[in-house]
């Protein structure tokens, strides 16, 4: 029988799946997922154990093995996608450095991203499309292992998530431009790495070399190593594609760019993104990404405050997960009478997150509500700033986890006064992992109709109470920039 299973394998924030799809009909034939359990370290620390994420891979290929059956001969080839930045470093046995990674929440290079920030922003935006920011590979590296980790050669390889992956898998080391260039490292006008951005973060010592080729997403970057095939249960020699982030991962499950659509992202960060030519002089978002087309770029909000947020109020309420928020946050008004939140529980830029207007009267309900509506207005605000730099938001498309809750996504409809449309399917990252895996093949790119795509479906906004979430949404983004100066106050404290 022709080989006819692709395998898509995604990275998140929280767990890793693996997804097996029919090339020919689209059709899910194996699913497996796994958590990721997160170190929470003094001063914003969030680690993950070499030895978990090793075993969460092997766990979700074998159970898509065990799955398949004898299907298992027929996968033709797979890939990875994941979440972008963090610091995924190797020493020079090929482990990572101190038997751990660090998510791209960690907050412990905060100050020293402000500090670049103010020193080099504006001429690293020119060059690289986005400031210094925390979760940067090499602002964490600076700060966690020291200026001199390659001259000392502690530090010798860098990768992003998915390409962690792919060197488990087939032992090489290799990236694409969308990972290289969300973490800020690429000019965008070469479409090359940037020394600038080495330099800026203090390990002017580290170059390309580090990060392997950049090469196109859907290339073949080895197959799958005959150690791992015996851990895994599937064919030794499977060719193992390059992905792409999560996000254009994502985006390439629903065709985003070929049907025109922008997307945001409710998942452990705030993800608003859109596929656009080349706009001179740069708009003013939060990043631009050279994903390595020469006349598109792909332009972003985003900030580490969406459903991290919500799942830190179901631990601290003891709540089973995040729909058992939503559930809660419903049973009170729009609103919670009065009270706010501000969605920042992950810190970035020296914001902090906080209720707003607590008072004596406020329940759990109302503290529930404020931090789910605060969740969907800060998505609103983000996609507020891409149409302020000129860019076309108006097709919206909701993916990750929280777009599973439709009361989530109506939430963000009202907000913007305007229908949206949903991917409830949470696997979009894998699926399109294995879109990567199938180009590799020669079985073509995603296209509008393709039988691969996710499914989607349309949410209407709250047209009832369209004048209460319009006032609502004003008054939110009137307190964000109000409470600027406290966060600058705040930041400085932290940083004595």
């Not at 080495?198 to 196109?216: K, N, Q, T, V």
């Not at 390059?242 to 993800?271: K, P, Q």
């Not at 004596?360 to 529930?368: E, G, I, K, L, V």
């Not at 004003?474 to 964000?480: G, T």
């Amino acid at each position: 029988m022709k080989p006819n299973i692709l395998i898509g394998v995604d990275m998140g924030s929280s767990s890793l799946k693996a997804l097996a799809l029919e090339a020919a009909s689209g059709r899910s034939v194996a699913l497996s997922r796994m958590p990721l359990p997160h170190l929470r370290l003094a001063g914003g620390g969030c680690e993950v154990r070499a030895a978990d994420i090793r075993a969460a891979l092997t766990h979700v290929l074998r159970d898509i093995a065990h799955q398949l059956g004898p299907r298992a001969a027929e996968v033709r080839a797979m890939a990875c996608t994941g979440h972008g930045a963090g610091l995924y470093a190797l020493d020079a046995q090929g482990e990572l450095v101190g038997g751990r990674a660090v998510a791209s929440t960690d907050q412990r290079a905060d100050a020293r991203a402000r500090a670049l920030a103010a020193r080099h922003g504006p001429r690293l935006f020119d060059d690289v499309g986005c400031s210094p920011w925390p979760g940067q590979p090499t602002v964490i590296a600076a700060e966690l292992l020291g200026a001199d980790a390659v001259q000392r050669g502690e530090l010798q390889r860098l990768l992003f998530a998915k390409d962690y992956l792919g060197f488990l898998l087939t032992g090489e080391i290799a990236t694409d431009a969308s990972d290289a260039s969300t973490a800020g490292l690429v000019s965008l006008a070469s479409g090359g790495w940037s020394q600038a951005a080495f330099e800026a973060s203090g390990l002017a010592d580290l170059g390309a070399r580090a990060f392997g080729p950049l090469l196109p997403s859907g290339s073949v970057i080895g197959r799958l190593r005959a150690e791992e095939a015996a851990r895994c249960g599937l064919p030794a020699g499977i060719p193992v594609a390059m992905g792409a982030i999560d996000l254009l991962a994502s985006m390439t499950a629903i065709c985003a760019e070929g049907r025109g659509r922008a997307v945001s992202v409710f998942g452990t960060w705030s993800v608003n993104a859109v596929i656009g030519p080349v706009v001179e002089p740069k708009p003013a978002v939060a990043a631009i990404v050279n994903f390595g087309r020469a006349r598109e770029r792909l332009y972003m909000e985003n900030s580490p405050s969406s459903m991290a947020n919500i799942a830190w109020l179901a631990g601290v309420l003891a709540l089973p997960d995040a729909r058992a928020v939503v559930d809660l946050a419903m049973t009170v008004p729009l609103g919670a009478g009065g009270l706010r939140f501000l969605p920042f529980v992950n810190g970035g830029g020296g914001v902090t997150a906080g209720f707003v207007g607590l008072k004596s009267h406020h329940t759990r309900a109302d503290m529930a509500r404020a931090v789910v509506d605060a969740v969907a207005a800060l998505h609103a605000r983000h996609l507020q700033r891409l149409a302020a730099g000129g860019l076309e938001v108006a097709a919206l498309t909701v993916l990750g986890g929280g777009a599973s809750d439709a009361r989530l996504v109506r939430l963000l409809a009202s907000f913007l006064g305007r229908p949206v449309e949903r991917c409830a399917d949470d696997e979009t990252g894998a699926r399109g992992a294995a879109l990567y895996a199938a180009m590799s093949q020669g079985l073509g790119d995603a296209a509008p109709g393709s039988a691969l795509l996710a499914p989607c479906e349309a949410i209407e906004p709250d047209d009832a109470q369209a004048r209460a979430h319009a006032d609502f949404h004003a008054d939110f983004n009137q307190l964000i920039d109000s409470m600027s100066p406290a966060f600058t106050h705040l930041a400085n404290g932290g940083a004595r």
